[in-house]
């Protein structure tokens, strides 16, 4: 019997499926701030309801990416791809016609539950390729296309359907998906690491003790936090909300380079350095929008910020999937990015509260230098005694 090798070859297959189950497994984040508006106009709601189902949905994709990280060895990527964009599929549609808030509660978290059993599964199979950093460039670069797509086409279609004009999208790429998901592959490699820490499982709970995946979610604390109040920052430099619109535009446009650019910086400097520099791109765009300075300075915040998302996680899902080969790190890493992510719109809330947009970009920058200081940790960042 043959040994298993620790990597998959990438070809047209593996493209294809990477591609396209990216759109899908992302299309929770890139669609909420949409759905969010159109169910609120639609179904005359409380905007603070549309914000819980967001909120539900996110912490459900998060339990769903750690449950998968245990299960990479039970499961095919095939079966998992399956599973989750049926989930992604059924949710969305059912979500474009209901009209119920408890239903329309349940539809979200399994949607949710969907995404992140793809995020998670996407992850791992990208990081026992060959070439993870130039898949998951790929990855990024497409999911960056797939929201400018978003934004330029469902508030048109919106305005003539309503919720089935963004989540219609939504079930157009699961059913896309669905036709590709036979071209993940059948069978991952195991790594003689993943082999030899099998006999020795340990609790879920240790992957919150893990200082690469704590830093990940800290640092999307500031990141997503900063980001939920970008567009606030430049109606209170007193610009227009389609002005804001265009330079945030301009920058998802720009974002399109981060990834390339993230891959090309980790080759030659190392994929620490890189989530740094990533890290002070993101710092120095949020302290220009945030702080009492010209309002001039709001349009290079706007235009770099999403390069610098885009810049970090690549950089950073790369670095998990070098750190542990057996890719348990990599698939829970969208649990920790989504609950970051839920707490950090909330967290910065309260700093406005308490100081306004410039506290706002100073907590920002508190959360980076804390990720900072956890990522360079001694270089085993605790791995050894975890996995």
Aim: hydrophobic share 50%; glycine share 10%.
């Amino acid at each position: 019997m043959t040994a298993k090798k620790d990597y998959s070859r990438i070809d047209r297959n593996t493209y294809i499926a990477v591609i396209i189950g990216s759109c899908v497994a992302y299309s929770g984040l890139y669609t909420m701030p949409l759905w969010i508006g159109v169910l609120t106009d639609h179904l005359q709601l409380d905007p603070a309801l549309p914000g819980y189902m967001g909120s539900f949905q996110l912490l459900m994709a998060a339990g769903a990416a750690i449950w998968v990280s245990g299960k990479i060895t039970s499961y095919s990527a095939v079966q998992l791809a399956l599973w989750g964009t049926s989930l992604v599929l059924i949710a969305n549609l059912a979500s474009a016609f209901s009209t119920s808030l408890p239903l329309l509660f349940l539809f979200r978290g399994l949607s949710g539950i969907g995404e992140g059993i793809l995020l998670a599964n996407l992850n791992v199979t990208i990081s026992r390729t060959e070439n993870p950093d130039r898949l998951f460039a790929i990855s990024q670069t497409t999911i960056a296309l797939f929201g400018i797509s978003l934004f330029a086409t469902a508030p048109i279609l919106m305005t003539g359907y309503g919720p089935l004009g963004i989540f219609g999208l939504v079930v157009l790429a699961a059913v896309l998906a669905l036709l590709t998901a036979g071209f993940f592959p059948s069978a991952l490699p195991i790594s003689s690491q993943e082999t030899s820490t099998k006999k020795n499982k340990k609790s879920f709970a240790l992957l919150f003790t893990s200082l690469p995946l704590l830093a990940l979610g800290i640092l999307f604390i500031g990141c997503q936090g900063g980001w939920a109040y970008l567009e606030r920052m430049g109606v209170a430099k007193a610009y227009s909300t389609p002005q804001i619109g265009q330079f945030i535009m301009i920058g998802l446009v720009i974002s399109l380079l981060g990834p390339f650019a993230a891959n090309r910086f980790s080759a030659r400097f190392g994929h620490r350095c890189s989530i740094i520099l990533g890290l002070a791109i993101s710092g120095l765009a949020v302290l220009l929008a945030s702080q009492n300075i010209s309002a001039d300075y709001y349009k290079i915040s706007a235009a770099i910020f999403p390069f610098a998302t885009l810049f970090i996680v690549t950089s950073f899902l790369g670095y998990l999937a070098r750190l542990d080969v057996s890719g348990k790190l990599v698939a829970s890493a969208p649990a920790f990015i989504n609950l970051g992510g839920t707490l950090g719109p909330a967290f910065m809330g309260f700093m406005l509260s308490a100081g306004g947009y410039p506290f706002i970009g100073i907590t920002v920058i508190v959360t980076y230098f804390i990720a900072v200081g956890l990522l360079l940790y001694p270089a085993r960042n605790g791995l050894s005694n975890e996995m």
